[in-house]
């Protein structure tokens, strides 16, 4: 059981460049969720899949895209990399319980350390 | 403007009891308040949550005021293991997840 796991570790993209993250959960978890991490910013939500086949924006969306492949796998991806998009990415997952989003305990997978020169 | 907003850092010895208090004056109704905690290098790891009042388990306690404008999570008698980042997390009111900037928490011998 490898619960939430991420590739690659590490990328170095030049601007302009094009890349997906992976991101594959084995706890059969409903919601999927993408978060950049910024130095100060604490941790930001990109986007979200409440469930196989929807997802929605989070809190900063833009230059970015999202496909929820299946139960297990979500990925994220640059389309035109920008130097602004450097930043450390966190999948996670979680299961859909009773009440609100904030209810779900959320299991993040090691991040994604991404440079964009 | 709703934040969620929480000390940048706090200092502590081991063995003392740590308070860190997150305010979120824009929490959704019927939500939970919940708090993780973050090592370099990790993704961040679920410690406690809460709807109200009181909440303790093995690690954590957790304080909630009837409001639910802010909550404390209080760590007992901590360890230098114990240095680490500290987020809470709530749902807002327009149903955002919105993490606060989190706490770095450091213990000295």
């Known amino acids: 059981n490898a619960g939430v796991t991420q590739t690659p570790k590490f990328q170095v993209l030049k601007t302009g460049q094009s890349m997906t993250l992976q991101c594959a959960q084995d706890?059969?978890?409903?919601?999927m969720y993408w978060y950049r991490q910024d130095p100060g910013m604490g941790l930001r939500l990109i986007y979200y899949?409440?469930?196989?086949?929807?997802?929605d924006k989070g809190e900063v969306p833009n230059g970015y895209n999202v496909s929820r492949l299946n139960k297990r796998e979500f990925s994220l991806r640059l389309e035109s990399a920008a130097p602004s998009q450097t930043s450390v990415y966190f999948c996670a997952s979680s299961d859909r319980l009773a009440g609100g989003p904030g209810t779900d305990t959320q299991y993040f997978g090691p991040g994604t350390r991404l440079t964009v020169l | 403007l709703a934040k969620t907003t929480q000390p940048i850092s706090m200092d502590s010895y081991e063995g003392q009891e740590v308070n860190i208090t997150c305010s979120h004056n824009?929490?959704?109704?019927?939500?939970?308040i919940t708090w993780y905690q973050q090592f370099p290098s990790q993704g961040p790891r679920f410690i406690i949550q809460?709807?109200?009042t009181k909440v303790t388990n093995e690690v954590a306690s957790l304080f909630i005021p009837a409001d639910r404008k802010s909550s404390t999570l209080s760590l007992p008698r901590v360890s230098l293991s114990d240095t680490a980042v500290y987020y809470c997390l709530v749902a807002e009111q327009e149903g955002k997840l919105i993490f606060g900037q989190g706490t770095e928490l450091s213990v000295k011998p």
């Open positions: 899949s409440a469930s196989e086949g929807t997802t």
């Open positions: 824009n929490i959704a109704t019927n939500d939970y």
């Open positions: 706890m059969n978890h409903n919601s």
């Open positions: 809460g709807y109200k």
